[in-house]
């Protein structure tokens, strides 16, 4: 039906607009094996569906058989990860992942080893970064040249620009949302119900046991589903939803845990309400995020995202999509960890479209500066850290 629809994207917002409040945010709370199989059935299964006009099984292994791996490694370092620096780099802030130095020149060569401070890149298959060397074996220039050939067929790459263009701009508007009880127009219930969350978010001033000790005190919680909801901010989420209930009720626990939290620190919590479907929009948009990282590891899907991120704006006085979200990094939680990771697996593992991310990220540096100044993370959650991906290079 959406293949034939005079307006594709309508047609896909009202699928999002039914299934979605479905799913996520319901009064009874899924486990995440049922939410995660409902998830993929009714929402992920009939959008792959879409993209690749068949089977999306069959889909992608007729694009596995017609691709190659890439010249880029692009390995996104976890906290504490190995890496690998050698004297053959352009400059230090060049390094391998295990593999990549394994089965590379630089294994024979004076090297350094030390752990990964989170958010860095393998730079192997990367020419501007190693003098000699630059691919290990496995990235080597063969295998990027067959990459270059994997290209979609022209329908594909059609209806690739279509989904990715309606998806991201979803997701791009849910994780950058300020409205917390409305939706947009095409989102927007028949019927609202009074339903709202009130919704703790991470910060660097309070310590674990604060947070526990003010949820038990403004939430009627035990100890050990404090200690869940603080472990889950802290570690995966950067926001957890603590209370569902009326607007009034929110409203009543979002004031006492401010209260609560302001007795131990001068800086009260952050926590806000949001309206159920606002909240079941934007953890599908999260979850949209994680599925492109996936879908764009196809070359020919890479491409087709890197154009739609870039775009121009109808509207010139509104940012491209990518820009977009790098000018609310300092919003977004832990969404924003996503957000890099789709930067890492897309614009800088294609030369071009690194140059005209670079030319984007540029525009914006002053501003992104600015917030990262006010923003209470460190630097190595901040989209300012990409700058070493792009200022290092010749």
């Avoid at 230090?92 to 860095?120: E, I, W």
């Avoid at 007795?263 to 009260?268: C, G, K």
């Amino acid at each position: 039906e959406w293949l034939g629809a005079a307006d594709c994207r309508a047609e896909l917002l009202q699928h999002l607009k039914e299934q979605v409040p479905q799913i996520f945010c319901l009064k009874k709370e899924l486990s995440p094996p049922e939410e995660e199989e409902l998830m993929q059935r009714r929402l992920l299964h009939p959008l792959e569906c879409f993209l690749f006009g068949e089977d999306p099984q069959e889909g992608r292994q007729k694009l596995q058989q017609g691709s190659a791996s890439s010249q880029l490694c692009g390995r996104v370092f976890k906290e504490g990860e190995t890496v690998y620096s050698c004297d053959c780099a352009i400059d230090p802030t060049c390094v391998l992942c295990m593999d990549c130095f394994q089965d590379s020149v630089h294994k024979n060569h004076r090297y350094k080893m030390h752990a990964s401070s989170g958010g860095g890149f393998c730079d192997c298959g990367d020419v501007e970064a190693w003098k000699v060397g630059p691919c290990c074996s496995k990235h080597d220039p063969g295998a990027a040249a067959a990459m270059d050939e994997a290209v979609l067929e022209p329908e594909l790459h059609e209806r690739a620009e279509k989904l990715f263009r309606v998806l991201l701009r979803y997701v791009t508007d849910f994780l950058v949302w300020e409205e917390s009880f409305e939706l947009t127009a095409e989102l927007q219930p028949r019927l609202k119900d009074n339903a709202y969350y009130c919704v703790l978010y991470n910060d660097e001033h309070h310590s674990y046991d604060h947070v526990i000790y003010t949820l038990q005190r403004s939430v009627n919680c035990d100890q050990a589903e404090a200690q869940t909801h603080t472990t889950l901010i802290d570690k995966e989420q950067g926001r957890r939803a603590v209370k569902r209930a009326t607007l009034r009720t929110c409203q009543q626990a979002k004031d006492l845990i401010r209260s609560n939290s302001e007795h131990i620190s001068l800086q009260p919590l952050r926590v806000e309400i949001l309206h159920a479907t606002v909240m079941a929009h934007q953890t599908f948009a999260l979850r949209l995020g994680s599925w492109f990282q996936k879908i764009i590891g196809y070359s020919g899907f890479r491409q087709a995202f890197c154009q739609v991120a870039l775009e121009p704006n109808a509207d010139r006085d509104r940012p491209c999509l990518i820009s977009r979200l790098m000018l609310h990094d300092a919003r977004m939680y832990k969404a924003r960890k996503i957000v890099h990771e789709l930067i890492f697996g897309s614009m800088l593992m294609d030369s071009d479209f690194k140059r005209l991310f670079a030319i984007e990220f540029t525009r914006h540096y002053k501003q992104l500066q600015k917030d990262f100044i006010s923003d209470d993370h460190e630097r190595s959650i901040s989209i300012t850290a990409l700058s070493v991906q792009i200022f290092t290079v010749p």
